[in-house]
């Protein structure tokens, strides 16, 4: 929440720039936004920034993971993220992702799958599951970060999910340089 470059990705219901945060309001912070002020992030002398997670997300905090290979519509999308770190590294600035890869949102596919299929599901191994039915977030019968069940906690010791999120490093790491 830094700056908005572009009010038409605001999410629905975007309060007045300047209002108080609380756990699921928002307010519009956008990519664009970030590169509308980069002479001024330069002048402070910046040398790195480090952006909270742009990943496609259900919520305004944007650690529930919904997808790792999309940019967050309310944040802009790839090609605006690619103008972004050319124009951070044509300052000699740095973009660290906050990439979040020990836990998910409820909704990333690996989840959903497992809630369908259950023992059956080809991610079963990617999640601790303690029984079947999965149950709601609310009531997490799965490991969770901290115990917020809308946030299941990644098995990264498994090696499809380890192959997975080195998949997403590479494909962010490549779109950046292209």
């Known amino acids: 929440r830094f700056a908005n470059g572009d009010t038409r990705n605001d999410p629905p ?28 992030i330069s002048s402070l002398g910046v040398n790195a920034l480090y952006l909270n997670p742009i990943f496609e997300s259900n919520s305004n905090h944007k650690y529930t993971t919904t997808d790792y290979m999309k940019i967050d519509p ?66 997490p019968n799965y490991e969770c970060w901290r115990g917020y069940g ?5 098995m990264t010791q498994n090696p499809e999910a380890r192959r997975y999120l080195f998949h997403v490093t590479r494909h962010w790491t490549r779109s950046a340089l292209d």
């Not at 993220?81 to 690996?110: P, S, W």
């Not at 809308?150 to 990644?154: E, F, I, S, V, Y």
């Open 150 to 154: 809308d946030l299941p906690t990644l």
């Open 74 to 139: 309310h944040f802009g999308d790839e090609r605006t993220f690619k103008n972004l770190v050319d124009a951070c590294h044509a300052r000699g600035i740095r973009v660290i992702l906050d990439g979040v890869f020990n836990h998910t949102g409820v909704d990333f596919f690996a989840f959903k799958d497992i809630i369908k299929n259950e023992t059956k599901s080809k991610y079963a191994n990617w999640y601790n599951v303690r029984s079947f039915p999965v149950g709601p977030a609310n009531k």
């Open 13 to 40: 219901g975007a309060e007045p720039w300047g209002g108080v945060p609380k756990p699921k309001n928002y307010f519009g912070g956008d990519l664009q936004g970030i590169i509308d002020h980069l002479d001024y």
